[in-house]
């Protein structure tokens, strides 16, 4: 006997529902010849006789009602799998745009936001050059400057510092070079600090705001963070004070139609609550 094959399986099963070939031809699509062969090919395959066959049409054999009992089991669990599976895709989803400080520090504070019991699904998406509400990028946005148009709701957070990062190991240099995100990925204010004040003495640079940190903390020269990223990575040291004119506060936003979906609004108030309690990281005040 070889492995009967759960399409022959489910063929079987339309034929004995509809006591013949031409019913499970009209139910299934397929022809009528082309059944007979798998049906054939079916008791082959497990070496017993499953159809009493007849001008009257296909009245199922002993061996036949047993696998009958068999085959309905097996689509009972199918069904349920299905159901099962179509849960997780019923479950509503919730995205939140934010640059790539901000979604990195999102994705490792998950757990605070969504609880286990959440009915609903999180996309985190890195948007570092800004959420577009128009074109509904994200249902939740973290930005760094306040909308003055659109149909959304805004809600003011915290205040967001940066300052100048270098490695522990190296003494401190004026003549020590810098390293930057380049031109072509620097949106923000922050990201443009260095190549406006320093252009000539960036040595190193990066198109990833995730690889800046990194090159930092490994001599490359000294660099511009965010305090909650720059505070937060063993092997740097903040240089000076904090750069007042790159301080900004953040708003989170949503689309005015979308934030009065429970799991929106329920996220709004958790990723608010979040940067609340770690107001001082954000602020730089918190080594």
């Known amino acids: 006997m070889t492995d009967a094959g759960w399409d022959d399986l489910k063929l079987f ?30 008791e082959r395959a497990t070496g017993r006789t499953l159809f009493v066959r007849s001008q009257q049409g296909y009245r199922l054999a002993p061996d036949g009602e047993t696998l009958l009992e068999h085959v309905r089991a097996m689509q009972r669990t199918a069904d349920s799998i299905a159901d099962w599976n179509a849960q997780a895709f019923a479950m509503p989803i919730v995205s939140i ?7 990195g520090y999102i994705a490792e504070h998950t757990p605070e936001i969504r609880g286990k019991q959440d009915r609903f699904r999180l996309c985190c998406k890195s948007l570092h050059k800004g959420v577009d509400f128009t074109y509904r990028e ?14 959304v709701a805004i809600r003011r957070s915290v205040v967001v510092a940066h300052s100048i990062y270098r490695a ?22 922050a990201d443009k600090w260095v190549f406006q004040n320093y252009e000539a003495d960036i040595r190193t640079w990066t198109n990833s705001p995730d690889i800046l940190p990194r ?11 965010p305090c909650f990223i720059g505070n937060s990575v063993p092997g740097l040291v903040r240089e000076g004070g904090i750069i007042a004119e790159l301080t900004y506060t953040m708003w989170i936003v949503a689309n005015d139609d979308d934030r009065h ?13 979040l940067f609340k309690r770690e107001v001082k990281r954000f602020s730089g005040d918190q080594a």
């Open 215 to 225: 090159l930092i903390a490994r001599g490359n020269g000294r660099g511009v963070l």
């Open 13 to 42: 099963l339309h034929v004995a529902n509809e006591g013949g070939l031409s019913g499970a031809a009209a139910r299934t699509g397929l022809s009528a010849p082309t059944i007979g062969r798998r049906m054939l090919a079916l």
């Open 138 to 151: 994200a249902d939740i946005g973290i930005v760094a400057r306040r909308p003055e148009s659109g149909n």
């Open 168 to 189: 522990k190991s190296l003494a401190e240099d004026e003549t020590m070079p810098w390293v930057s995100l380049g031109t072509d990925n620097s949106h923000s204010p």
């Open 97 to 103: 745009g934010a640059d790539a400080w901000l979604s």
């Open 261 to 273: 979906r429970p799991e929106v609004r329920q996220l709004i108030e958790r990723l608010d609550a």
